[in-house]
């Protein structure tokens, strides 16, 4: 077969021939040593048939020594894949060499092996066992003149030796062992809190081998030996993997993300449980798989068919997207995990799918028997570098222990090898369960900082985060008509502001609302109304009595009535209202007016520093051209008293009072008075006037007051 001596055999092993440097030297003798039943008898019968099978008409041959009859060799063989009857006998010889060491001299042995050899004109001989040889000779020299016979007279037939024995590595200083050209050795090792077996190449003369110990399992297959980092290794990078980013489908994170992660990043996904990671990495696989990229999940705690059920949960028909080779799932149950097969499963697996998007559920329970930093961080940082090289995204799924809810992941050594770290939390607010996201870390790309809340709903994961519109500078003013407050603020109005109504309980803020709406319908712009206090239906009710054409209104789409207290807006929670705000405001026609009636609910629910916050968040981010915002709010607030500076969030402020006004205003008469308190860049009348709430007009000032007075 091979006329170089310089030539390989290759074993054809999966790894074998990369640890040995591409495999046995022509020609060279070589030990397999190991204790009984480790596999080296598979080894060598594996290794037997596939050179055979990879080079017809070349011949091989096993030849059984006093260790264990070839009759027995013969019917356990035949039981895995790798046997191959067509060529069994034709390529592949047995002969059994038990009679011949039982009568002959070892020099007359020799000759025996020898002459079968060049009979057959093989080209690779394997002797099993030669720890049997040795342990018949009392003669130590008599043995070692064997042992340098056969060495120089199977080379000299161009044959390569595999001489295997029941040795312990304590054994290595025998003379067989220092005339060989290789020594492999097979045992056993305790690793990663498991029981394996190991294989390692402690000598093989003229290569460059692999010395680290390598695991391996023994199936139907044969034997295979696990090499997870020589796989991803040996991967051709793919160039410029990280010229895009790939949305997450998660609403909210995406715009935290400036779109999504950059292709080529590993990112760690932790949380305790229950805070939706398999949610938030099902709805990125099932995004991702609907705008055509493939997804696959290595699942170490839910089966295929769990995973399934929860993805139907959310109307995610993931049985269906497999079907369509869009998504692949890959259930390995947590008794079974074994770190380097599965490490290299993971890395066989991506190179023949090739998806572009990855989840490791659970990361952490993959890693659950590794106790050793160092091996932890290796692991990560391999699969990391398979998601780099294959321009993909990967999620990796960290359980955080629940009496340790600060750290950002299981281990903590994991966000310091991979790109990114988003952490998932809860806690629990007024007697509700509240969810929060947080971007930890995203290596060189741009991302919004800080904690933000966040819901599992029918829909998936939802986070409560829009980015502040940007406001055209150079924008036209858009006038703002409202006609019953012309008398105090005059008819120079314009969008672009935050208004403020409080009043006495019964005094009309309802009407002066729906006086603002309904100025906003006639002259052409649209209005969403928050309704706090009242349900929706005397919501409705309150604008008819304005003169509101409401059914028309909203058929026209230039209306919207929403309950504050529903699902939709969730007032009581302000991260989700201002959120939800935004999502309804978004989709509104313009010019706009936003009016919320009242905010009493959250001045009562929350502490004076987060209602100022909500406050100014939600009209620093509303203040554009074309919008206007009207928040209605009970006079005598504790929160404005309390703290002034809330005011400073409104350009204009308007109080309507009831009749135990201050003495100052006692002199004006009336019922009901209103004021404007503030009026930002206007000019405004800030006296009081009287005024009255009519049928069909709604409120009506009395502009006359001081010119009676005058008259008096």
């Not at 109005?493 to 603002?516: E, I, M, N, S, V």
Request: proline content about 5%; overall charge negative; aromatic content about 8%.
């Amino acid at each position: 077969m091979m006329a170089d001596s310089h030539d390989l055999i290759e074993t054809g092993i999966v790894n074998l021939d990369m640890i040995l440097g591409g495999g046995l030297p022509a020609y060279s003798l070589n030990m397999l040593a190991g204790p009984p039943g480790i596999g080296k008898t598979i080894l060598t019968q594996q290794i037997l048939f596939s050179i055979a099978r990879a080079n017809p008409g070349l011949k091989v041959i096993y030849m059984s020594t006093l260790s264990e009859p070839l009759v027995k060799v013969l019917r356990f063989v035949r039981r895995f894949e790798f046997y191959d009857q067509e060529i069994f006998e034709k390529q592949v010889v047995y002969r059994d060499l038990g009679i011949e060491l039982s009568r002959m001299p070892l020099n007359e042995v020799t000759a025996v092996i020898l002459a079968a050899v060049e009979a057959e004109d093989a080209v690779l001989l394997v002797l099993d066992s030669f720890k049997a040889i040795r342990d018949l000779t009392a003669d130590v020299t008599e043995f070692r003149r064997f042992c340098y016979e056969l060495s120089i007279n199977l080379a000299s037939a161009q044959c390569t030796t595999l001489l295997v024995g029941e040795y312990e590595e304590t054994n290595e200083t025998w003379l067989e062992f220092a005339m060989a050209d290789g020594i492999i050795f097979m045992g056993t090792q305790s690793a990663h809190g498991e029981e394996q077996r190991f294989l390692q190449v402690k000598k093989l003369r003229g290569q460059s081998p692999f010395v680290a110990r390598f695991p391996f399992n023994i199936s139907q297959q044969g034997i295979r030996v696990f090499s997870p980092s020589f796989a991803i290794r040996r991967r051709e990078p793919v160039v410029e993997v990280e010229d895009r980013v790939m949305p997450t489908g998660i609403p909210g994170l995406d715009e935290l993300l400036q779109g999504g992660i950059p292709t080529g990043r590993t990112v760690i996904v932790s949380g305790v449980s229950g805070t939706g990671k398999t949610t938030a990495a099902l709805q990125f696989l099932v995004t991702g798989a609907l705008r055509g990229e493939r997804g696959m999940i290595f699942s170490f705690e839910e089966s295929a068919d769990r995973l399934r059920r929860i993805a139907n949960s959310f109307g995610w028909d993931l049985n269906a997207l497999e079907e369509q080779g869009l998504i692949r799932v890959v259930f390995v149950p947590q008794t079974d995990i074994s770190l380097d097969r599965d490490l290299e499963q993971m890395s066989n697996q991506l190179e023949e799918f090739r998806p572009q998007r990855l989840i490791v559920d659970s990361f952490s329970v993959f890693l659950y028997r590794v106790e050793d930093a160092a091996t932890q961080r290796e692991k990560t940082y391999l699969l990391a570098t398979l998601v780099q090289r294959l321009g993909a995204v990967g999620l990796l799924i960290s359980d955080v222990p629940a009496d340790q809810p600060g750290r950002v992941s299981r281990f903590g050594v994991e966000e310091t090898v991979v790109d990114g770290t988003i952490v998932l939390s809860s806690e629990m607010v007024n007697l509700q369960r509240r969810r929060y996201l947080e971007i930890i870390k995203m290596r060189a790309a741009n991302h919004v900082t800080g904690r933000h809340r966040m819901e599992i709903s029918a829909r998936g994961l939802q986070v409560f985060y829009a980015a502040t519109p940007q406001a055209d500078e150079l924008a036209e003013p858009v006038p703002l008509p409202f006609g019953a407050l012309a008398p105090l603020l005059g008819t120079n109005l314009y969008h672009g502001g935050a208004w403020l109504l409080r009043g006495d309980p019964g005094a009309g803020k309802t009407t002066l609302a729906g006086q603002f709406i309904a100025a906003g319908l006639a002259a052409g712009g649209s209005a969403l109304l928050l309704s706090n206090d009242v349900p929706v239906f005397r919501a409705r009710r309150a604008l008819l009595r304005v003169g509101i054409d409401v059914d028309a209104a909203l058929a026209a789409g230039r209306l919207r009535i929403l309950d504050g207290f529903s699902d939709e807006i969730g007032s009581g929670d302000p991260e989700a209202f201002l959120y939800r705000l935004a999502a309804a405001v978004a989709v509104m026609p313009r010019p706009l007016r936003v009016v919320i009636d009242s905010l009493t609910p959250q001045e009562v629910t929350f502490d004076a520093k987060a209602f100022a916050w909500l406050i100014h968040r939600k009209n620093r981010r509303y203040r554009l051209p074309d919008v206007t915002l009207f928040d209605v709010m009970r006079r005598g607030s504790d929160h404005v008293s309390a703290d002034a500076d809330l005011l400073s969030a409104y350009d204009v402020v308007v109080d309507l009072m009831q009749a135990d006004q201050p003495a100052p205003l006692a002199f004006i008469g009336g019922p009901r008075l209103i004021q404007v308190r503030k009026a930002r860049a206007m000019v405004a009348d800030y006296r009081p006037y009287p005024y009255e709430l009519v049928d069909d007009r709604g409120l009506v000032i009395d502009t006359e007051t001081y010119e009676r007075m005058a008259t008096r």
